[in-house]
């Protein structure tokens, strides 16, 4: 396969060319700005939150279950190796990684669906608008600025890593055509334009992938782990089939933890082997000459190939009736969603319930305490979530 030069390629992100922060500061003698924009979401109250997220399992369910917060490095760890391979920037693209989940409330999914429900009228939910609000505002740990002013390079990857927003029109566009753009994502780009029109970098495209990379490799260990189905199962998709015929035929007699362990481990290799050639061959058809032709292109430059992008869809397609929405899943998420639709309406009908300084700060308007109360709810664990349902509630669902 081919491998592109160690030196970073002259489409890569250049932190000496940056676009730069909302707040000027002054450059760190020791770290460039992307690395330092790592450092910066690394110490942030909302990553080490992350590690009492659900990914799929509450934490009630075991401790080998992935997290918020183990799923984003292990996002992380594909991604700077796809980084490297690709001659790209591997701090761009590991902050990328990093931030791309802060935004998600506690229960994953189920949390992200109760809230949008909750504020359906009220400006609605994104989980890419809220990751934008915690690391422009609702962080609060530096005494000039709110956020963590991180550079424009690292908000476009965190806002667009899925690919643009709008049309070069302006109106909204993909899964966003249809629900509009939230206000919190139109009002930040008043202020620090970051054209929503364009693709982002390559290297955020690349911790785009790697989160498809992840999701589906450690959801599979999870679900064999969960017995939520067999490795036989996962005969129905023949890249598996394969991997395991593969896997028996040069280990025959492995236990089945080191059996599902090895075949999870070469899932995980043959989908960023596929990345890499892939991107290669669109990267050599384009020929960009800087980053900014990564951004005006016709479609993204880092992907799976057309066979690969199939066995994701398969992969998924099984994942979903047997994980996502097995019988014993469906009903933990169903009472969590329940616990994030009692808080809301709680703190809106007696806002001084939130803590501290949330409490002395309310917006005046119904919409604005809204936003206020799932800025709360979304900043949450799992764990905080249920003991404030339970301190306000007679009787709160045990998640098990």
């Not at 495209?205 to 959801?219: E, F, G, K, L």
Request: glycine share 6%; hydrophobic share 40%; proline share 4%.
């Amino acid at each position: 396969m081919p491998v592109l030069p160690r030196s970073n390629a002259i489409y890569a992100a250049d932190p000496a060319r940056s676009r730069g922060r909302l707040h000027a500061e002054p450059p760190s003698p020791t770290r460039s700005d992307f690395r330092r924009d790592c450092d910066r979401i690394i110490h942030s109250t909302a990553f080490r939150r992350l590690a009492h997220k659900t990914q799929v399992f509450v934490y009630h369910e075991g401790d080998h279950y992935r997290t918020r917060l183990t799923h984003t490095l292990e996002v992380t760890q594909i991604a700077r190796s796809l980084a490297r391979a690709l001659a790209l920037d591997e701090d761009l693209a590991e902050v990328s990684a990093l931030g791309h989940d802060l935004g998600h409330p506690p229960f994953g999914h189920a949390g992200e669906r109760a809230l949008g429900e909750c504020m359906k009228d009220l400006g609605g939910f994104d989980h890419n608008a809220q990751t934008l609000a915690v690391v422009t505002d609702l962080e609060r740990r530096y005494a000039d600025f709110n956020g963590l002013n991180l550079t424009w390079e690292t908000l476009e990857g965190l806002l667009k890593h899925n690919g643009p927003l709008t049309d070069r029109s302006g109106e909204p566009a993909g899964r966003y055509a249809k629900r509009g753009i939230s206000a919190t994502i139109t009002d930040y780009c008043k202020r620090h334009d970051l054209m929503t029109h364009t693709f982002a970098s390559a290297e955020a495209q690349v911790a785009a992938i790697s989160d498809d990379i992840a999701y589906d490799a450690h959801d599979i260990d999870d679900g064999l782990r969960a017995g939520l189905f067999a490795l036989g199962d996962l005969a129905a998709v023949p890249f598996i089939d394969a991997i395991v015929c593969e896997v028996d035929a040069s280990h025959p007699g492995l236990s089945e933890l080191r059996r599902s362990h090895e075949v999870v481990r070469r899932i995980i290799t043959r989908m960023i082997e596929d990345v890499i050639a892939e991107s290669i061959a669109r990267l050599g058809a384009l020929e960009p000459l800087d980053a900014d032709a990564i951004r005006n292109a016709d479609g993204p430059m880092v992907g799976f190939s057309q066979t690969m992008s199939a066995t994701d869809r398969a992969i998924k397609a099984f994942l979903s009736p047997r994980m996502y929405r097995h019988a014993r899943v469906m009903r933990i998420m169903t009472a969590a969603e329940d616990v994030v639709r009692d808080l809301f309406r709680a703190y809106l009908r007696h806002p001084r319930e939130l803590p501290g300084e949330r409490s002395q700060e309310l917006a005046s308007d119904e919409a604005g305490r809204a936003r206020q109360v799932a800025n709360f709810i979304a900043g949450m664990t799992d764990r905080y979530a249920l003991i404030e349902h339970a301190r306000l509630f007679d009787s709160t669902p045990e998640l098990v």
